[in-house]
Structure formats: C-alpha cells, structure tokens
C-alpha cells in the first residue's frame, strides 16, 4: 500500500492474504489515499460502503476485528514514523 507524499511513492504497509483493504475510507466516508499494487493474482470482493457498515453493525465481533486491524496498522505507522524521526 502506497501513497504520494511530494512527488515520491511512500509505503505505508504491506497487507497479505484474507486482509481488508479500504477500510478506513469506508468508515470515514473519505475518499481513498492510497494505492494498493499486488505481487501476484487477486481474488477480492468489492463491499459497497453501506454493505460494509450494515454487516459490521449486525456482527460486533467483526467490527471489533476490524477496529483491531486498524489498531495494529496505527501502532506499526507510529513505529514507522519514529524511527524516521
């Protein structure tokens, strides 16, 4: 997953196989930021945004799945971002 940061490609992170992509914009109702390139074949769903938030609403142990998700992908960019600092 990349993003352009004053004319240069940055990395933001590396997702693997089964993970979420677009969450984040999704929930926030942002428009995306970032491109997501692929390494090989890809096989993926396309959840429109008001799909995404019904399922997450009738089933709180997937929200609280992907909240951790995005926990985790904060807690890495924050570690990311000190070492550059």
């Known amino acids: 997953v990349t993003t352009a940061v004053e004319g240069f490609e940055t990395l933001l992170g590396i997702r ?3 993970e979420v992509i677009g969450e984040i914009g ?9 491109t997501v390139t692929a390494c090989g074949t890809v096989d993926a769903i ?5 799909g995404f ?7 709180p142990y997937a929200a609280r799945q992907v ?19």
């Open 16 to 18: 693997l196989p089964g």
């Open 26 to 34: 999704a929930l926030t109702a942002s428009p995306r930021n970032a």
């Open 46 to 50: 396309i959840i429109p945004r008001d």
């Open 53 to 59: 938030e019904a399922f997450l609403s009738r089933h």
């Open 67 to 85: 909240m951790a998700t995005i926990a985790r992908q904060l807690t890495w960019a924050n570690r990311r971002r000190s070492d550059f600092a």
